[in-house]
């Protein structure tokens, strides 16, 4: 899975956006109109926008690696997650929009016209989400949470790995910078605290084991910020490396013991007053609007106009299929008896395919993940027509952030290549993994996956190497390990496809488990036996997953989603195409296209197949 963005407002203001565009957008429309040829135009036009949003998200900038010359300033900075700041978010996104639809697509070259409708898709699905009553909004991006604050969402998390891992250190420019962002994170905290209070005083509070899972990480976050070891030691370690002074990490210091630590106190007081709540559902239904909040989130996940019971059925269909296919492999490895989710259970108990306790299992799982990386890395010649030389690296998840995490997550690096991309492992236990396991959460998040697909949206415009769809990035990485699995990273280990078929299953079961939380009424325990008894997923990692589907609603259906229509996809290119068909040719149309909603890819794929044939 793939990393954020934040966001919100109410629908009554909606009204007033237009007012607050005037003075906070620039007028793109019209400068659009008094340039020459329509396409530089649209070109400009992109590039407006996108600083535009840049000015709203600066740490986006920093991550790109595009905060230098005019725009250094925006390293200081941070995005005011405010109500007021989230109504100039929406402002900012308003003008935008009407600056796109002034101008005249039909002259444009097809790449620009896609990067133009695909920045209308992104921005009109969060302007309609920007009108839900509460929640945060991800622009073009994959976490959209009705809880600003909980287990996996909210600064108090993103900012510690952001500064640890991507604010930059070399000069003391860059010290001023980073001390600049610490100033402006307890206003930033108040922000998001003043949103978490307007939901509660609706009637919106978090489930109480989220509400557990977040005083737990918070009191954690903020015993580190009394003690001076949040944000500190990294930056006074980095400061020594780099030969600056030592003063910058003491000024540091001063802000994190005094207003980030009474910030993080009061984060931590509304956490504890939400649980005082006692609101046991999991779902959305059971929350104010809260199906009409469903559907937008499915809406902006899968980018398809599914319903919940259509994605249920959808999982439930798939999930008959990949056990049909994982029944012989069982069979041919001595497990025979009982149920495909029962004997996946066995397996997992097999000391074949554990590793061990503590950190020596640690320090193996590392190590099989690189052997991996290595192998796949080889094999991409044979599946794309131009490569990409990916710079990342694999970190360990930090603790504090294992409990609430999935068992992995990456991305691509920053757009100047400075910034390297990163796989994320969760190894608060080794039991979270097993042999079989691992190498298809590799291709997922590295090779093929995100990492890979990344570096091609890096050499996209500035918008779009910005903008990134669930369905398309979650439903690549998932077509990323059938790739490689295409490719023979199984076929020497009948164990190992039979954990990527799991893996598929897994991601069918989504489908069905995030319906029935939200629409249908499941229970959390319910849920987590799903997953268990129908595929023998281990009960402590999928209790952390239905946790992340409680608090992400929709985002775990891009998944199966977006891979059934890039195969979709690909079965109408062999046909249409026939003996020029080239699994290497479809794969690159599909990268060089970028990250889009599914209909935009739709359209993509069928200008590829027209080029063939015209070939």
């Known amino acids: 899975m793939t990393l954020p963005p934040f966001q919100i407002t109410r629908r009554s203001t909606l009204a007033g956006f237009g007012a607050v565009a005037a003075a906070t957008a620039l007028p793109a429309s019209v400068k659009a109109a008094t340039r020459t040829g329509p396409e530089k135009s649209a070109e400009q036009e992109l590039d407006t926008i996108a600083w535009n949003l840049l000015q709203r998200e600066p740490m986006q900038a920093t991550s790109l690696g595009v905060d230098t010359g005019t725009h250094a300033g925006l390293r200081g900075e941070l995005a005011d997650p405010s109500p007021t700041g989230q109504q100039k978010l929406a402002a900012t996104l308003k003008s935008d929009l009407t600056g796109i639809e002034a101008l005249d697509l039909g002259n444009l070259t097809p790449a620009t016209r896609t990067s133009l409708e695909v920045v209308q898709s992104a921005y009109s699905t969060a302007l309609d989400g920007l009108a839900l009553p509460y929640g945060d909004v991800a622009v073009g991006g994959w976490r959209n949470a009705p809880y600003v604050v909980i287990q996996n969402a909210g600064a108090y998390l993103d900012y510690p790995r952001f ?206 993940v690189a052997q991996r990386i290595k192998w796949i890395k080889a094999q991409m010649p044979r599946a794309f027509e131009r490569l990409v030389n990916p710079n990342f690296e694999v970190r360990r998840l930090p603790p504090a952030e294992e409990a609430g995490a999935p068992t992995a997550y990456g991305g691509a690096g920053s757009k100047d290549g400075k910034i390297p991309g990163k796989m994320w492992i969760n190894l608060r236990t080794t039991d979270l993994h097993r042999t079989y396991t691992l190498p298809t959460l590799v291709h997922h998040e590295t090779i093929p996956g995100h990492v890979w697909q990344g570096e091609y949206a890096n050499e996209l415009p500035l918008i779009r190497s910005m903008l990134a769809f669930n369905a398309y990035s979650e439903g690549w990485a998932l077509y990323a390990e059938l790739l490689a699995d295409e490719l023979g990273a199984y076929d020497e280990h009948p164990a190992w496809r039979l954990g990527y078929l799991q893996d598929q299953a897994f991601r069918a079961c989504r489908l069905v488990v995030d319906s029935g939380l939200h629409a249908m009424r499941w229970t959390r325990q319910q849920s987590v036996d799903f997953f ?84």
Request: aromatic share 6%; charged share 25%; glycine share 8%.
């Open 163 to 368: 500064m640890d891992n991507e604010q930059p250190i070399e000069t003391r420019a860059d010290a001023e910078a980073y001390l600049a962002r610490l100033g402006a994170m307890p206003a930033a905290f108040d922000g998001e605290l003043e949103r978490m209070k307007s939901a509660r005083a609706m009637g919106v509070v978090p489930p109480d084991f989220l509400c557990d899972k977040a005083i737990g990480a918070m009191t954690q976050t903020l015993s580190d910020a009394k003690d001076g070891k949040l944000f500190v030691p990294a930056l006074a370690k980095r400061l020594a490396a780099k030969g600056l002074p030592d003063s910058y990490a003491a000024s540091a210091r001063k802000i994190v013991i005094g207003p980030i630590s009474a910030a993080l106190a009061r984060q931590l007081d509304e956490l504890k007053a939400e649980r005082a709540a006692n609101h046991t559902a999991p779902g959305m239904w059971s929350q104010p609007q809260g199906d009409e909040w469903y559907r937008w989130a499915l809406r902006a996940s899968t980018t398809t106009h599914l319903s919940p019971q259509e994605v249920h059925q959808m999982g439930l269909e798939q999930l008959k299929e990949i056990h049909g296919r994982m029944d012989p492999i069982l069979k041919s490895l001595g497990y025979t008896k009982g149920s495909v989710g029962a004997r996946m259970q066995a397996l997992a108990k097999d000391k074949r395919y554990q590793f061990p306790e503590g950190d020596k299992g640690r320090t193996e799982i590392l190590a099989f």
């Open 532 to 615: 268990v008894q129908k595929n023998g997923n281990n009960p402590e990692e999928v209790a952390s997953e239905v946790d992340r589907y409680c608090s992400w609603p929709g985002q775990a259906c891009g998944y199966k989603v977006g891979q059934t229509e890039i195969l979709r996809l690909r079965s109408e290119a062999k046909k249409a195409q026939g003996s020029a068909y080239s699994l290497k040719a479809f794969d690159q149309a599909v990268v060089d296209g970028g990250n889009v909603p599914l209909d935009v890819l739709a359209k993509e794929i069928d200008r590829y197949i027209a080029r063939t044939k015209a070939g």
